[in-house]
Nanobody, 118 residues
Framework: QVQLGESGGGLVQAGGSLRLSCAASGSIFGTDVMGWYRQAPGKQRELVASITSGGRTNYEDSVKGRFTISRDNAKAMVYLQMNGLKPEDTAVYYC????????????WGQGTQVTVSS
């Protein structure tokens, strides 16, 4: 079992920055992919960014060049540095651990609200 806890959300003006942090407790395997998803009101949850233990990253197109995901394997932490925030980035952001490939298991945090005012 994996428990995830996010922090760092809040209210920021457009163009501003926030840094989200996620602490994982329980066992994190070297093959686990850690990531951030977001869900805006009335929309489906979407992948924002993910990172493997080896540092390979993947970003949703709209955040490329603005957001940076990083991971500290020793501390079982994952971070999302968000710069150049836009009102359309407003959403609840969820930390995720995905385990396995053929039949993956997903673990989720409780979410943290990010609100960007125009």
């Amino acid at each position: 079992q994996v428990q995830l806890g996010e922090s760092g959300g809040g209210l920021v003006q457009a163009g501003g920055s926030l840094r989200l942090s996620c602490a994982a407790s329980g066992s994190i395997f070297g093959t686990d992919v850690m990531g951030w998803y977001r869900q805006a009101p009335g929309k489906q949850r979407e992948l924002v960014a993910s990172i493997t233990s080896g540092g390979r990253t993947n970003y949703e197109d709209s955040v490329k060049g603005r957001f940076t995901i990083s991971r500290d394997n020793a501390k079982a932490m994952v971070y999302l540095q968000m710069n150049g925030l836009k009102p359309e980035d407003t959403a609840v952001y969820y930390c995720n651990v995905r385990r396995g490939t053929l039949r993956p298991e997903d673990y989720w945090g409780q979410g943290t609200q990010v609100t960007v005012s125009s």
